[in-house]
Each structure stands twice: as C-alpha cells, then as structure tokens.
C-alpha cells in the first residue's frame, strides 16, 4: 500500500547511528569535533536507549571540560535535557536547557541560544506554563528572524500555534498551522509541514471531526514518507489508525495500528509499542475477540517499565473492562481501584471522573447500592463543574437505574428526566460541532485558495516583470514604432483590467444577493422548527398523558374508555412517526444523500399496489377515493419511492382539509412532453396568498384540518423537493369552499435525459 513506501527504511535510524560510531572511530584526538560528534550520537540514542545516550554525553562532557570547550558542555546539557524530557522528567530537563541557554549567552552564539531556546519552550509548554512559553517563543522567533533561519523560524511558528490549540484558541492554532505549511511549501521543510498537517488533523480529532481529521493525518503521512521519517510514519498511522477506531471501522483500524506497531518494534521504540498494544487492545474488546487480555498486559508491562504512567492507567481500564465484559465484576473493580487511585497521584481529574463512572457501574451490577452511589455522585460532581454534558447523562442514566433497583421510583424519575434533558442538550451539541466542523473546513479551503491566489498574482507579477524588460530593450532598438504598441498592449490591459473590476462587482452582488437569501432560509428554517418541535411536543404529550393514565388508574376505566385511550396513543404515536418519517426524507434531500434511481413505471400497478395505503387515510374520515388513468398502459418516468412519497403527502393533505362524506381523486394521463398526476378534493380550499407561501419554508404554518388535526406542512414541502428532483413541477388550482388540486408534471425518459445534459 501507498502508506508502506517508506518501510524498507525502517532501520535508517540504526544505520546513522552506525555511520556515526564508525566516524567516532577514525578520530583519534579529543577536539571539538569528537565533542560534537560524542554529543551527536547521544541525542540520537536519546529515544531508543536512554542508558547508552547518557553514557556518550557523559564523555561528551569531560572532554569539553578538558580542552576548554565550552560550546560542548551546552550541547551535553541540551543533549542531557532531550533524554530526561523524553521521560516526563520536565523540572530536570528545563535545568539542563536553563544551563546550555546561559552558556550560549554567554559565548554570544545566537544559533545555539535559538536551539535550546526552542526546547525551552517545548518544556514550558508540556509542564502547562503557556504564557511562559509564549515568551520565551517570541524571543526566539525574534534571534530566527534575525539570523533569516526559516527551519527554524517554521519551528517557532509551529510552537505557538500548538500553544493555542492547548488554550483552546482553535482559530488561532489553524490559522499558524496553515502558515507553517505555507513557510515550508516555499523552502521544502517537509518536517515542520508534516507537523503542522497532522496538528491540524489532532484539533479535528479533538472536535469529533473523525473523517477531516484523516484527511490531515493522511496528507501528513506522505509528507513524513517522502523524508523517510520512520519514527513519525508509525505515529500519525496510529493516529489514523485511531480515527478508524472512532469511525467503528474495527478492520481498517487494525490493519493501521499493527503496521505502525511494527515499525515501532524494528525503531525499538518501546513506548510507540505500548501506544500501538493498547490500541489493538481496545478493538480486539470491541469486536469480541479473546486477545484483548494480552494486548492489555502487555502495554501495561511496558507502561511499567517506562513509568509511563498515561499509558498504564489506560491499560489498567482495558482490563476492567474486559473483566465486566466477562461478568467478573471482582476483577473489574479491582482494576479500576487502581486505575483511580494511580489518576489521582497524578492529578487526572477528567479521568478519575471516568473511572468514578465504571466504578459505580460495577458496584451497582454487584449490588452495592451505597457504594455505587458514592461513586456515580464523583463523577457528576466533576461534570458539573466543567459541564461536561456527555457524563452528566450516563450518570444520571445510571443513577435511574440504581434507584428503580432500589424501588426509589420517585428518585428514578427524577434521574431519568435528567437523562433526557441531556440527552437532547448532546444532541444540540452534535449539530453545533457539525456547523463548526463546516465553518473550519470553510476557513481551511478559503485560505488554500487564497494561498493559490497569492502564488498566481505572484507568477504574474513575474511574467509582467520579464514582459516589461523585454518591452525596454525592444524600444531601445525599434523606438517609436513599439512605443506605439506597447501602448496597446497598456490600452488593452487597461480594458482587460476595466472587464475583471465589472466581474468582481457583478460577483459581490451575487454573494451579497445569496447572503440575503441565506438569511431567510436560515430565519425561515428556525420558525419550521419551532413549529415541528410544536407538535412533536403536542403528540409526544398526548402519548405520555394517556400512557400515565392507563397505568396509574387503570382499574377505574370501562374496557370501552381504555380502547379509546389506546386508540389515541396509537393515533399520536402513528403521526408522531408519519412525521419523522417526511423529516427524514427532506433532511437527506437537504444534505444530498437521498437516492434517486428512476424507471418506467405502470402507473395502472402503482395505484393498485399503493391504494390500501391510500385508502386508509380517507377511511378515517369517510371519505371515498376515486383512481382514475387515462390508459391502462401509462407508464411514467420516475423513482419508485420518491414517487409513493409524493401521492402519500398529497392524499393525506387533501384528507386533513375535506370534511367527512368528501371525494379525494388521483388522476394520471399524457402530456406532449411526460405525464400529468392530479390529486383533488372537495375539500374547504385556499387562498392565492395560502398558495403562494406553501412551498416557502420561511412562511410554512402549522394549520389544523377541518377535525384539528395538526401538522407541520412538511410533506407537502417534501413533495415539492421530490418533484424538482424529478426535474418536474407543481400547479396548484384552489378555491374557497370548493377544494383544491395539486397538478404534478413529470417529464418523460427522454426528457429528463435531455435536461439531466443541458444542465
């Protein structure tokens, strides 16, 4: 596959190392040279053996002491600083860089202050000191400016807006990452552009935005390919890896951990191999299978091993769940203690939340009310203070629970009208996200093309340039003769330029135009959903009421009374779900995923196959329903379900508005160019005003029918959506008091086919 290119490249990381030590070998008297070269390999030893690392800075360090190099005893403690910094020592790792800075000082090498500044900064940042970190970035950025050093300069740039993203300044931290890839296109630093793209795919990742996320995260992957950067590939493929993961594409995530493992195992980076083991321990517990035990094991001996204390309360959870997947509840809760324990040593409050969670769902399978409550009360209490929507609903879920096994039904209820409430808040929130999710794809695609722009206008201004000294010496040699059409050539650009600033115009108009209208959709769509969340409210009251009476006073009602209630919570309820049903066709419609595959049609057979369903909407209110086609073989052009969406809307539109005792007929004959479908009634009729706002979802009413029925007009807004997709139209014909009749013009095959073209 494309993302293996650079696996033959695995070792490259051994080999330099080799190279270095056989070059350590030819030197054959202590000078700076050996220094830096001792200092070298230790900072590339720095990952994969800590203990050989610290032994060539150590005589990195006597040496430089012995011949007075003080230049060599910075690079020791910056060298000295990577190692411990690799670990999480940060307090140790920020005193050997402290050291090597006020050395640099010292000596006035501004390209040594620059290097350990930026570790500095990195140190800063992962110890959470955020505006220290920002300051000392900005004077470092200041000494890169300076010295015209634009590797570094990206490196900065690339600080800063990973500070933002830590500050939750995501408008920001987007808009340094998109001028770090753009520093590195002009100078070809794929590292840093690498960095930045799969920065940009972690602030996605942060958001929910799983699909964008890969995007990045794949484009970063070639970027780290390209420069045979090994050790980054396997991190970004887990990343990737974990986005499928997400996305519940269990297969497609395990095929991206397993290779970013391997590569992990031939680098000897033993903390990748506890990341990638605890990843494959996660899908192995999703889809059921029986290694997820070992995985876990193994990434917590490696998280042991290198007291990598993140990774090892993640794998002690793995277990946990594994052992509730099991029942053995005892062994869940023994792990999940420990996890606990060990999140508030170090201060995890988010994950002791968690864990607080599982805790009291354990407790509560083993029947440990008090002891569960206890638990569940933690969690909540932490997401309240950091409104944390998602965990006050599984707490409260799970506190229903608890109090309706301890027959609290009063406490349950309460619980679980708390769910619900945030239960519909997270759904709020999902659509939030959605609508960020657009405007930062928006933000990111507008500054590429600015981005493209910029580069055009810099080609031509190039091409002009050239143009112009070109156009020098030729009047130079032909004089007055080029002078003259050097003044054409301004004329013509003039107009040229007149042309593109009528262009503009015209286009800020049509924006401008579009931006109004986008508006009243968007006030149109607000007041649409005011009235359907309206009458689901009605009918889903209407469900609860008759529901709440047939349970609580059941023995006082006559068999008569109690199927008349049942009557009614099925009516609500089959509403209820006719109008879900209509926003769900019209919410694809909207985002373009509805399918649409017309055919030909027997209109005779359609009718037949969809008259019961017809028919029990005007049976309801005695109303007869007349079918008549013109010929028995009228076919018609159009996708069967879109089609029966269509008729369905109409007849239970012309239904609602008849009174009982009228006439809904469906008609179907030839046109010169398709087919004409007709439903009317003999119903109570319209305005031309009501006419002219039907289809506008901006002045769309809730209107009771002639027995109050509700509803939203949202079937009759799908109809016409079906009927545009069909390249068709409506025509509407009503009067006050005498009924109405929705005229549907469908093109032919051979139509469609030819507007489907001419489009």
Known sequence: MAFLCGFANVHADTEKIDNLLVKLKSIRHDDTTKVNLLNIIADNLSKSDSSKAKQYASDALKMASTIGYPLGIADYNWVMGNIVSYHKSYEKAMNHYSDALKIAVEVKCETCELKYLTSIVITEKAMGNKDLALEHNKRATAIAIKLNDKKRLAHCMLIQASIYENMGKFDLALEGFEDVVKLCDETGNLRHKASALNNIGNIFYEKGFYNKAQEYYFQSLKTKEQQNDDRGASSTMLNIGTTFYHLKNYQRAGEFTRQSLAIAEKLGDKRQIGRCLMGLGDIALMTNQPQATEYYEKARQISEELSYIP????????????????????KAKYYYNIALNTAIKIKQTKVESKLNYLLGKTYLSLGRYNEAQSHIYKSLKFADENNINDIKRT????????????????????????????NDSLVNDQNKREAEEMLFTYRLESEKKSMEMEQRQRDMVSEAQSKAQKNVILVLIIGLVLMAILAAIIYRSYIAKQRMNSLLTRQKQIIEDQNIKLQEFNDGKDKFFGIMAHDLKGSFNSIIGFSKLMKEEMPHYTAQELTEMADAIYLSANNTFKLLENLIEWSKTKIGVASFEPILINFTDFAAKNRHQWESNTEAKDITLNIAIDHKSTSIYADKDMLGSILRNLVSNAVKFSPRGGVVTISASKTDNGNEIMVADTGIGMTQESIDDLFNIGK?????????????????????????????????????????????????????QQAMQTT
């Open 311 to 330: 990774l090892l309360i993640n794998t002690l959870e793995g277990l946990g769940s594994v052992a509730t997947t099991n029942k053995d509840y005892e």
């Open 395 to 422: 707490c409260h879920n799970l506190l229903a629970e608890m109090f309706t096994l301890k027959g609290d039904y009063k406490m349950a209820l309460k619980h679980k009208d708390l769910f619900q409430i945030y």
């Open 700 to 752: 769309v009413k809730s209107l009771p029918g002639t027995e109050r029925e509700m509803g939203t007009g949202l079937g009759l807004l799908l109809s016409f959506e079906f009927v545009k997709r069909h390249n068709g139209r409506i025509k509407i014909e009503s009067q006050i008091g005498k009924g109405s009749t929705f005229k549907i013009y469908l093109p032919s095959r051979n139509s469609e």
